[in-house]
């Protein structure tokens, strides 16, 4: 099979390419299963319902977040009622929602789909690693699971190439979100998992890291606050990392990136 | 003129790839210009005379550093005699060594290389912007100097971001370096500038970030240590960024990612 | 000559304390000079100049800031206008209002106050260390100054101490501030400069540092946000520190802890 | 019944000091129950068996840890041997010792010990809340437990504040290790938890937080390491907190700190 996973959509940018982009995108390059992380597809700040519809009915099967997860306060409730969409799974027991769903795509591909957070450089929250490993230990690649994806979104680059080799044979995909910066250290580790340092947000890079850049820079500059942050409203690129399975064992066979639209250097996921 | 940046060296790896491939990569795509960043290169953890020397004798015509400038102790003493070696020029008052140097290239280009270091995830150290601003002033671009190059070793994507956009119009290229992990945003901002967050190290990426995985596993998964760090020694994979300025302005005209051996995929940067 | 230092007044708790009881802690302990830090005045974010005025007409002959100095933005402007409020030193250059003053007390004392703001886990800042030093040289404890006083604005103990044993036999007093939590390791160094790690807040102690115990906590447990953060209402401790000085050579002969009121242990400052 | 807690014991000063005065201290003050912190016992890093023997035999009935409880490898199987000595109860699962501990002290008292690790500034660890909680529910204060001590191992006094508020009512001391100097700030909550941020440290205070100055503080002028961190040998304060408990209900009736020797102004815990 093959699946598609894109990074953090960056408020109406980021919306609106996906909105225009992601059905063509699907059909052009025979999806069999999309992946969206939408943790900023909110004004930078989270996830209203209405957005999350969006980018469900733009394509996505799972849509997946963040630290900025509950930004939107109406998504401690909807996020109940979704089986659609998941947070980090190992944030605080008790907290709405869960980390990990295992659903059909449009193919019929039986697919698990674990979003978890990483501690270095980040706020506080219990083990990432413990949290993935047990999830995939209830439905193993191969066996339940046709394929299995896991978006560990975390800064430091440590972090997701220990996530990477200690996952190694037994998920599909690993993939790092957060940083906001596509990474090209896209490969098949050793035991058949794809790894992708950070698949890079889908916004208007003409700014810091989907930020209008005046107030950041600013920031950085003085240290004082003037003003607000506004994600930047440019073109956004679409930045993601394209996946290939072995039918047999759910193992990457080929990963490419994606970078379509923007100001990035284009990248198509073609396969052959 | 076309230049060349590559990250930060790691190890025994590193340094045989730069060793073997270095010459023939100036060669083959006419580069008037190197830069490597020797962090690492010596064991992980600084840079030996020994090892500085190899890295120019391969070919670069500036050696930049970083947060590790001073872990091999010797570099205190020798880079105060070395004209081609920089550290971060943010570094305390009275640090050995200099932080920028301005020098000829073996076509007759006069080059200033920056090396500065960031702030955010980052030991503790004095403002990056205002020191690399000055340095800039100093020698400005497409009157003393033909090009300008600045090596920003930082973790955040938004810092680096924002030192792009704070340079733009007035250097040549910012690039990242210190993540380890090249990024696949490579562009030119409006201004004329080239960036990309990350270089990528020039080492054995079946590793986490450079270093044997099982430590480094061990402390994400328990916390405490029970080995050492020590540099994977498979192939390496050279990573870097490569720029074609206008001869008028010293700007950059075209951006483009320098990826050869080792297991990352592969990317050469031809211009035409 | 004898002078009082208070740590962060912490909202209208803190606020209303000063107003109701420094006057009298003044006339009965025989303060010549008195310096309290605002930066938690107003709602426990930085200091209006309302605020700032009613902690000078209760007797403070300075008042300092810290991290949260222009959170009040109004402050960005009249600290301009005010001889009598810095902050930061190490701020960049630049920044409204400055980090050091020196003034005359009530009892013709000549009284130089330096704000700086510590690096270990707090804002990325310019080196505190050599601002402070190069403040100290230009008005020198014995010549200049009748007493020096350093409010040192940071986290980390270690960084506190550190600035002790620095100007160690230059200055008066090292005090910190920031962690809102009175330390007990006042003393005079064997230079004879008085120390305390952190002079504690002006606040009401039945709180998590001073702000209302429900949101704090409940960040600690879950990571969301589910409201804001606002400043304890009950009855204040005042907290500080008490110096008498040698005439001749305006270190210290004697440092005594202030905790006065609310629910701490009480402490007063009897010299004799 | 009355109990008293001994911060961070700091290499042979720190050691010295016990062997020499706590016996002496436990008779003089009629200590039923004591818990010292050996997190830095040795050489400043972590605890042999030897030095966890002479601790005990000063009189400790519990030795608690922190950051550093297996600086020392050999702590590692030892550990798992000794029913007195715990690390912080939030480690990794699989972690060798446990972070509980329920004893019978000399009187006849039975005292549940629980030492956890705080996640501000800290490295990353899971949270130390549900983790205490947890213990604190298996043996309940004032039915299994005659006395309930929570060794809090963190940097942040928020976090100790607020581990304070949620435990108030539940146990009778909740005490923060870690940052090495006392604060001043024991009090007993409303519900009857005795609350200290920090105990302090069983040092040299004539140092940086029991190091010698000499290479912090070089550390934090530079940035660059010249030697390596030794602890400081001069008289060591001791340093903690002493606690009477209503035998009904095993919450704290007082609390009073102690600091006896060395250089910081002295503190005696007499109750009457
Ligand atoms: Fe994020
Ligand atoms: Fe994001
Ligand atoms: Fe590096
Ligand atoms: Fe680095
Ligand atoms: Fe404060
Ligand atoms: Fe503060
Ligand atoms: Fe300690
Ligand atoms: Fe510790």
Redesign the interface.
């Known amino acids: 099979m093959r699946f598609l996973f894109l990074g953090d959509v960056m408020g109406r940018s980021g919306r609106d390419a996906i909105n225009e982009r992601l059905p063509g995108i699907i059909e052009r390059y025979k999806f069999d299963f999309v992946v969206v992380n939408g943790e900023n597809a909110s004004h930078g700040k989270g996830l209203t319902e209405a957005h999350f519809n969006a980018i469900r009915n733009a394509g996505a099967d799972i849509v997946t977040l963040g630290d900025h997860a509950?930004d939107q306060?109406e998504a401690?409730s909807y996020i109940e009622r979704e089986t659609t969409l998941i947070r980090p799974i190992n944030?605080?027991?008790?907290?709405p929602g869960r980390g990990a769903m295992f659903v059909e795509g449009r193919n019929g591909h039986r697919v698990l789909v674990i979003n978890a957070q990483g501690?270095?450089?980040m706020?506080?929250?219990?083990?990432p690693?413990?949290a993935v490993e047990a999830a995939v230990a209830a439905c193993p690649l191969g066996e339940q699971a046709d394929a299995i994806i896991v978006d560990f979104h975390t800064?430091?680059?440590?972090?997701i190439?220990?996530m990477g080799?200690?996952l190694d044979g037994k998920v599909s995909l690993v993939v790092g979100t957060h940083?906001?910066?596509?990474?090209?250290?896209?490969?098949v580790?050793?035991g058949g998992t794809a790894l992708m340092?950070?698949a890079?947000m889908c916004g208007d890079?003409?700014?810091?890291?989907g930020t209008e850049?005046d107030e950041?820079?600013n920031r950085?500059?003085?240290?004082?606050?003037?003003g607000r942050f506004t994600p930047a409203e440019g073109e956004a690129t679409l930045c993601g990392v394209a996946v290939e399975t072995d039918p047999r064992t759910g193992l990457a066979v080929r990963v490419l990136?994606l970078?379509i639209g923007g100001?990035?250097?284009q990248?198509e996921p073609i396969f052959d």
């Open positions: 509950f306060r401690l944030m605080a027991p008790g907290t501690r270095v450089f706020p506080p929250i219990d083990d690693f413990r800064e430091a680059t440590s972090e190439q220990a080799v200690f940083t906001h910066i596509p990474t090209a250290d896209h490969r580790l050793r340092a950070d890079g890079f003409e700014s810091i890291i850049s950041p820079l950085f500059l003085t240290g004082i606050p003037i990136p970078r100001s990035l250097a990248a």
